[in-house]
């Protein structure tokens, strides 16, 4: 890797990364709001009818792992400070 | 040659750079052994999300920014001032070498090897519940109070920096700008950062240009005969003042927005902007320490000052020993990293050995920001007290560099203190209304709307009664025994997967005692001011405007702030050091 490469990155690591970290996690905590109202029978909160449920399947699958690690992922309040 | 900063920045680049080289790559390869090859939380729980992989470059892109803000600048500057340079200088070298980058760098490998966990449910796991109870309710005081600390330091700025809040605004102004044209109208990310930018430089060049943008002027609500009957100088900031509580006013509203609006909104966009004039003032400022030679700047400040400061004669001082090391929290050490550190970082990192480039390197590098601070206030023959000392002293050394008129790099250094405490206290804000809502979910204290009220009201009202150097004091006292904390866990940690913990052993105990003692005093000269009735420095304004009564109070509040984060931190030390002695046991 290039100097100009290197500089390149640290400029976005001190810029745009933060930014779009976030913008990240507004958009997965959208994405997770749309995978409980869909699958959420899977982590104990039925609100779709099953027949739906089984209906978007094929769609939410590749989702499901991460949802799944990220809704159950133990948190605190220290994870809040980044 | 040795009679300018040069000579002794560049020592303190050099060691770093040998530590970094030797000592720090000995650890990482013989105590923690880091391994590219051993898979990462990145990649182990990868999410797209928090976590990962991302460059080495990028993240101490990212680790820099987030642990940079004012603290490597107004805890060296004040030091300078209390001390002389020499004291100063030699805690910013060595502490970093030793103490420093160990910290944020072992505080992102024991994530690593957590799961990517944060400090909070590490401490859980060595420590108990008890344990990382006492550790939230620290991080709750010393949000209220960097928010005061910070805010008087920008409050002071903008006041004695006349064309700041001007410039400022167009800053803040470019980044709500930056934003509805990236998530509004989709612009392009490069071309909405040339939009901003522009309105930046038009900013900045009305201010300089046309004098009557120079606007509020200093202490612009107060009349002159105010600062005459009292025997004040009119060109200073003093608590209690209209001027003063304008301003509050106006950084609660900034604040207040900042915490409840969407990021995207207005925050994030804001830093981005906010951040693109302060690295150019930043490498600036270092290029300059270190052309003074050429440009024949020469040290006006004396090596030694003072090593002990009678309390009742100057309350900010006090023995060089504690209080040299908490006035000097980033640039040395400071507590915030290894949250920072255990936060995103670790979840991001590629490869183990990423981490010492990513911890050390950032460590090391607001160290070098630390040593221009210093370089700032050395070539001044009478520093005025405060962050303004900053600004004078980084735009002499530009203006003699570059050969422009001083009033480019006054504005420059003006709206690089504002808009780096302003970011910092935004997301200060933030945090404290994210861990109300955790703390009190069902409460109105953890309402997203009244949770920064409460923050705003305490920490306005210490900043309005003026004991800024004081809490500063306490904040360094917080956050130095945050990190004390943090590497005696780390030992901990050590200790249990049996690896040798000395190296983060030592300095934890040395940090803790020397922090500890550090609240103590300061609690026990808060005290001593109350129960005398006696105004502390600056107060004596708001004593002769409000009584003695407004100022007792708030030094008795400030004595139990202290004496409660006195026994916190004690209590965390104890449990810390019965840890050490459970697992060293074991081991």
Known sequence: MGILDRIREVVEGLTVHGQSTAILKVKAQIDNLFMIITVGDMLGVPILPPYYSLRLLPYVFPNIQNWKRYMLRERDFTDLVT | ?587
């Open chain 2, 1 to 587: 040659m040795l009679n300018t900063p040069a000579p002794y920045i560049l020592l303190g680049l050099v060691l770093y750079f040998l530590t970094y080289r030797f000592y720090a790559r000995w650890v990482d390869k013989k105590i923690w052994e880091t391994d590219p090859n051993r898979p990462t939380p990145s990649r182990l729980y990868f999410d797209g999300v928090e976590y990962f992989p991302v460059s080495k470059y990028v993240l101490f892109g990212y680790q820099f920014k987030s642990v940079a803000a004012l603290g490597p600048i107004v805890g060296p500057l004040t030091a300078v001032l209390f001390f002389g340079w020499l004291p100063a200088l030699l805690w910013v070298i060595f502490g970093n070498m030793f103490i420093g980058w160990a910290q944020d760098y072992s505080a992102m490998m024991m994530s690593v090897r957590n799961e990517g966990r944060s400090m909070g449910p590490i401490t859980y796991k060595l420590l108990g519940d008890r344990a990382r109870k006492i550790l939230l309710v620290y991080l709750i005081f010393y949000l209220i109070i960097i928010t005061a600390v910070f805010e008087w330091v920008i409050i002071d700025v903008l006041n004695r920096v006349p064309g700041t809040f001007t410039a400022t605004l167009f800053v803040l102004f470019g980044g709500v700008i930056f934003g509805q044209l990236i998530f509004r109208m989709r612009m392009d990310v490069l071309l909405a950062t040339l939009v901003a930018l522009l309105i930046v430089l038009v900013g900045y060049f009305t201010v300089a240009l046309i004098p009557a943008a120079q606007w509020p002027t200093t202490n612009f609500l107060d009349s002159p005969g105010f600062f005459t009957q009292y025997g004040f100088d009119p060109k200073l900031t003093y608590p209690g003042t209209f001027t003063v509580a304008f301003w509050l006013l106006v950084l609660s509203i900034l604040y207040y927005i900042a915490a409840t609006t969407p990021m995207p909104k207005f925050l994030l966009p804001t830093v981005y902007v906010g951040y693109l004039p302060s690295i150019i003032a930043l490498v600036l400022v270092l290029l300059a320490a270190l052309v003074t030679p050429i440009t024949g700047l020469t040290i006006q400040q004396q090596a030694v000052k003072n090593l002990y400061v009678d309390p009742m004669a100057n309350p900010q001082g006090g023995p060089v020993w504690p209080i040299l090391f908490v006035t000097i929290a980033c640039g040395a050490i400071s507590g915030w990293h290894s949250l920072v550190s255990s936060g995103l970082t670790s979840k991001q990192l590629e490869y183990e050995t990423d981490a010492l480039p990513v911890g050390g390197g950032a460590m090391f590098t607001e160290g070098a920001v630390a040593l221009s601070s210093i370089a700032a206030v050395m070539v001044l023959s009478q520093p005025p007290a405060g962050a303004a000392a900053y600004v004078q002293g980084a735009s002499l050394l530009t203006t003699k560099m570059l050969q422009v008129p001083p009033i480019y790099m006054n504005i420059l250094y003006g709206i690089f203190v504002t808009v780096m405490g302003l970011i910092t206290s935004m997301l200060f804000v933030r945090v404290f209304r994210l861990i109300m809502a955790e703390l009190f979910e069902d409460s109105p204290l953890g309402n997203k709307y009244i949770s920064p009220i409460v923050l705003l009201i305490v920490a306005g009202f210490l900043a309005f009664v003026g004991s800024w150097t004081n809490l500063w004091v306490f904040f360094g006292g917080t956050n130095q025994l945050l990190a004390g904390l943090a590497l005696l866990l780390i030992a901990i940690y050590l200790a249990s997967i049996k690896k040798p913990s000395w190296y983060t052993l030592i300095p934890g105990v040395f940090m803790a005692i020397t922090t500890l003692a550090a609240l103590a005093w300061e609690t026990y000269v808060y005290l001593l001011y109350a129960l005398q009735n006696k105004p502390i420095g600056v107060q004596a304004a708001v004593a002769k405007l409000y009584g003695g009564a407004v100022v007792q109070i708030s030094n008795f509040l400030s004595a139990a702030f202290g004496a409660l984060l006195l026994v916190l931190g004690a209590v965390m030390t104890y449990y810390l050091f019965a840890g050490v002695a459970r697992y060293r046991q074991k081991q």
